[in-house]
């Protein structure tokens, strides 16, 4: 091994080791507790070098929602490929959806509500940040009948999204989770007579 390839090596982990910490702070204490100075006495660097690493913030947000996307499109695909039939592979998806949602929120913030510098809905946005919305797109496709599946695959996601926000902020009581998602299920792919 070379000793610019250790280097490299080293300073890929060092990034982990920042994302990570960023990571585990927001989940704990929110986004307004992860700051330059916490994440340097997290993980034992100065702050120079986590800016040697990222411009600030919201380059580490940035770079949590990109695992994030990576995570979720990972999750979304396993539920869909396990399930049987098109109606259950958009309930599966529908609940790794919200499931992803519920049990990451600051990850899911940063992904979904907070100004982060990447591409959406657009022909230049990395396949990392389409891989969810694709599975959604593979769920949502066979039960399209003639309408547009991407449109009807944004009004799913739409829909999940607004659940999850809704149901976290307690504006919508948690315990109706499930027949809530039974409902939109019936209303995009009613079961068979």
């Known amino acids: 091994m070379t000793i610019q390839t250790r280097r490299e090596r080293e300073r890929a982990q060092r990034e982990q080791r920042i994302i990570a910490a960023a990571r585990e702070l927001a989940e704990t204490e929110g986004w307004e507790a992860v700051t330059t100075r916490r994440l340097a006495a997290e993980i034992e660097y100065s702050q120079p070098v ?3 690493h990222f411009k600030g913030k919201g380059a580490i947000m940035t770079a949590v929602a990109v695992q994030g996307f990576e995570e979720m499109g990972a999750e979304l695909r396993a539920a869909r490929t396990a399930a049987r039939g098109a109606r259950d592979a958009l309930a599966a998806v529908a609940t790794a959806y919200t499931e992803f949602a519920r049990k990451r929120p600051a990850i899911y ?3 979904f509500t907070h100004a ?3 591409p959406f809905a657009s022909p230049d946005t990395p396949t990392h940040l389409r891989n969810g919305f694709d599975e959604i797109l ?3 496709e066979p039960l399209a009948g003639d309408d547009d599946p991407g449109v ?6 739409a829909s999940l999204h607004g659940l999850a926000m809704l ?8 315990d109706l989770h499930d027949q809530r998602l039974d409902l939109l299920i019936g209303r995009f792919a009613p079961a068979a007579p």
């Open 50 to 52: 986590l800016y040697s």
């Open 109 to 111: 913030d940063a992904m």
């Open 116 to 118: 982060v510098d990447l």
């Open 138 to 140: 593979q769920a949502v």
């Open 152 to 157: 009807l695959t944004e009004t799913f996601w």
């Open 167 to 174: 149901e976290r902020s307690g504006r919508l009581p948690a």
